[in-house]
């Protein structure tokens, strides 16, 4: 499916979302190493498991308030929030004030709302998009992520810890600016046979909470999908690595300048360049190669491609754990990508075949607690690293990752089954 012939509101989300994801990549790979010279690492790795407490429970609100009030709604408020958020954050790097407490608390708001906007967004996809042709959608958007991937580390890598103030500055207007193409060239895209809480049922707090709780007890018991997330947590210890193991690591192994050579072109690497590189190899290679391995990977049964790519995640944190040569973490991360590329757009294309339509927003929210409750553990690599050293905390997380290839092969393995025993088929 090209892009022109794509939904006028997926056009407009594909060109906000490239600013802000740029906007946003510029900062976050930094903060595990912000926060861990702030706080120590211990002290950090708690305080970035508290800070994803609180998305766990926006993610599922979010996917709430998607299905109830509006895909459209949502994301504008998010946007709006997350602004917010940023500029919070410019507060607390400021002439005015110094204040890394202050700048937690701004992070942990911004990713509150981003969990907000996340399952909305996702449910929006699955809305226009014929189910044939979500996974190369899907896709599309990764790569616009990873375009940003690669261009903002480096940038980040300069103006993070030069020019924090001026960089939240930027990052709150964009998501500002995120907001008004939102408004001005989307629609909602809800489906208009799915009730809507806003006018048939009532209006107070509780309710919600205890309507919300009821359908996320109906998806749990989905056998399946409940698999798929256990298997999603167990992997995202993994590549939740990159934004909070791995600058550590890297700035660590790297403590002092290396004199490197390339082409003829002699320069110092830094611990901080080091990462930058490796997360923009990342981020190339997957702009690069997302559109092309998915459709590649379509010819595959979805089992095999799951219980591989979970393999390789598992070969790229050994080979992180055994050298610290900097070529070969360019090495490892390739493999590591390739993990990450294989199941890009099968991901989210699967989720939509479990969903039922007047669910797909809470079904998103579900299956983002792979990333949300990943990214709440993750955080125990930082102080891990201290009670174990980084060979162990590689080797347990490449553990991990490794049992979520079962996990993932068990899940297919029933839902094959379940496909085989159904009179539909």
Known sequence: MKIKDWDKSLKARLIGEAFMNITFWMFFPFLAIYFAEEFGKTTAGFLLILSQVFSVAANLVGGYCA?????????????????AAFFLFAFANSPFLESPGLGFIAFTIASVFGSLYWPASQAMVADVVP???RGEVFAV??????IAVVVG???????????????????????LLLAWILIKFTKETLPTNVDNLATDTPKG???????????????MQDKLFLLFIIAGVLSAQTFMQLDLLL???????????????????????????????????????????????????????????????????????????????????VLAMAIFTFGELMIVGLSQSFISKLAPEHMRGQYFAAASLRYTVGRMIAPLSIPMTVWFGFFWTFTIIAILSLLSAFVYYLMFYLYEQKKTASPLN
């Open 131 to 133: 189910e044939e042709h």
């Open 67 to 83: 299905d109830q009030f509006g895909r459209r709604t949502m994301m504008v408020i998010s946007s709006f929030g997350q602004g």
């Open 205 to 219: 707090a509780m309710h919600a909470i205890r309507m919300q709780v009821k359908d996320y007890g109906v998806i």
């Open 153 to 175: 580390p480096i940038l980040g890598g300069i103006f993070f810890f030069s020019a924090r103030f001026g960089l939240m500055v930027v990052a709150g207007l964009v998501c």
């Open 141 to 146: 958007f990764y790569t616009s992520i990873n």
């Open 247 to 329: 600058p550590v690591y890297v700035k660590e192994v790297i403590s002092k300048p290396q004199l490197m050579s390339i082409f003829g072109w002699d320069f110092k690497l830094t611990g901080e360049l080091a990462f930058s590189v490796l997360i923009s190899e990342n981020g190339l290679l997957v702009a690069l190669l997302t559109v092309a391995v998915t459709r590649y990977v379509l010819k595959f049964s979805e089992k095999n491609v799951f219980f591989i790519s979970s393999i390789l995640y598992t070969i790229a944190m050994m080979v992180f754990a055994y050298y610290e040569l900097f070529w070969i973490f």
